[in-house]
């Protein structure tokens, strides 16, 4: 069923964010909130001129925007590259499996998925926040650019339709699991290096 990896994501984090984190946390509101909004408006589709666009897609786009307008206009500037780069790749990839779809062996949500977290990853090795902010507008503005193109033909497409809210789950899932095992791994890596400290100095 298109769209179920995404609804067992936005459910994760309303229940991480509601039940779990801590009540003093910034984020905890703002997660929670943004959650629900995207489980209720997820069957429900808007008409933007011709355009016909997922609520849930524009809620992401939306709140992309808010994540990063606050940063320095160097940091809006290689933002500006970067999701012209993402978007780019974005509509690379699907202009050549609509070609050309023998060459797509795995199902493309998962080629998909691995294609854009290895961007967002080299785009933004240390800020996951602009990583995530930079997938969600690059490959939101690739899938308006397919829109139009298809237009052309009178092939109707769906900006941010349920299968680009999976394709979103599985990438930024990734994001957040690389993440928290790095983090895993360093408090792990910091409490044996303490030990050590604390060996050599028992000794001394």
């Known amino acids: 069923m298109p769209g179920i990896l995404f609804l067992f994501m936005a459910w994760g984090v309303w229940i991480t964010a509601t039940f779990i984190l801590d009540k003093k946390e910034p984020l905890r509101l703002p997660a929670a ?4 909004m995207l489980i209720i408006l997820h069957p429900k589709t ?8 997922g609520a849930s897609s524009f809620i992401l786009m939306c709140s992309a925007y808010l994540l990063v307008y ?14 012209m780069i993402i978007m780019f790749g974005y509509v690379g990839f699907y202009l050549l499996e609509l070609y050309d779809p023998v ?6 949500k998962f080629l998909l998925s691995i294609g854009l977290f290895c961007i967002g ?8 926040q602009y990583r995530c902010a930079a997938i969600v507008i ?9 829109s139009i193109f298809l237009s052309k033909w009178k092939i109707p497409y769906t900006i941010g339709s349920n299968d680009y809210l999976d394709v979103f789950a599985l990438t930024v899932s990734a994001f957040f699991t690389v ?12 409490s044996i290096e303490g030990k050590f400290k604390g060996k050599k100095q028992m000794v001394h």
Request: net charge positive.
């Open 33 to 36: 909130m943004v959650s629900l």
């Open 70 to 83: 606050q940063g320095t206009w160097l940091k809006k500037i290689y933002l500006f590259f970067s999701v």
């Open 103 to 108: 060459w797509v062996l795995v199902d493309r």
């Open 121 to 128: 990853w080299i785009l933004y090795p240390a800020s996951i």
């Open 179 to 190: 993440h928290t095992a790095g983090k895993i791994l360093l408090a792990v890596k910091r």
């Open 138 to 146: 690059g490959s939101l503005q690739g899938e308006v650019f397919l």
């Open 46 to 53: 808007l008409t933007i001129s011709f355009f016909q666009i």
